[in-house]
């Protein structure tokens, strides 16, 4: 039986064959869930799905598109909300 | 007439220079534009700009240092370009504490050799080096055994 703390579902489970034949389970952390646009919801292309610790290595600008929103907002957003703002200020 | 002509004041709406602001310097054709300002000189598509009701008065395929005049009239900052400069390899030093014991040694030597020469001949030299070896080796013995 796995100890109570692998029960819960916390960690994934990968199988290893292992050298003698046997199959073992190996425990694993889970990945973050993707980011997504803080508007629409949508995927966000540009941002890894990576652990903490890995992120917490990666460039600035491997983390984020370079855009302003970027990594917050999709492409599409950010255009519509520059331009609402572009044309609120004309008024 | 379109919105977009030349001495336009414009928004960046796409892209890595999004949100900033740029003026139009020459009509390219084709939906495209070249635009300076804030922003990087460039070549871009009319569907990236959204254009705004001010207007600069610019000459038609204006410098960069027309468009900073006019920009700072307007308060605005201007992106120049950072050129990059070549930084000179580090060269190697050699260590200098090496070189201090290397000059320590012969003295000592020379010290040595002096009283050498006081005490006797060159023959016991030769004598002594041999002594030191066995008595190293007897040591190593006595050691061995320990060990084991």
Redesign the interface.
């Known amino acids: 039986m796995p100890r109570g703390m692998f029960k819960s579902g916390r960690l994934r489970k990968i199988f290893v064959r292992t050298p003698g034949g046997k199959n073992v389970v190996h425990y694993r952390q889970r990945k973050p869930s993707k980011a997504i646009c803080g508007n629409c919801k949508k995927q966000l292309a540009g941002v890894p799905r990576e652990l903490p610790a890995k992120m917490a290595n990666m460039p600035k600008t491997a983390k984020r598109p ?3 929103y970027g990594g917050v907002l999709c ?1 599409a957003c ?2 519509n909300l ?2 609402e703002k ?2 609120g ?2 008024q | 007439m379109s919105l977009f002509e030349v001495g336009r004041l414009c928004l960046k709406i796409a892209g890595r220079d999004a949100g900033r602001k740029c003026v139009i310097v020459e009509n390219v054709g084709e939906g495209y534009v070249v635009v300076d300002g804030s922003t990087r000189r460039k070549k871009v598509n009319i569907k990236h700009l959204e254009p705004l009701s001010e207007m600069v008065e610019l000459k038609d395929k204006a410098g960069h240092e027309d468009v900073k005049k006019a920009f700072e009239k307007l308060g605005l900052k201007v992106w120049d370009k950072k050129s990059k400069k070549v930084s000179e390899r580090p060269k190697k030093v050699k260590k200098v504490k090496p070189k201090k014991e290397v000059k320590a040694k012969p003295k000592k030597e020379a010290a040595k050799e002096e009283v050498n020469k006081e005490t006797s001949l060159k023959k016991e030299k030769a004598e002594k080096k041999p002594e030191a070896k066995t008595e190293t080796k007897a040591e190593k013995e006595v050691e061995a055994p320990m060990e084991a």
């Open positions: 370079e855009r302003k492409s950010t255009r520059l331009q572009a044309r200020e004309a």
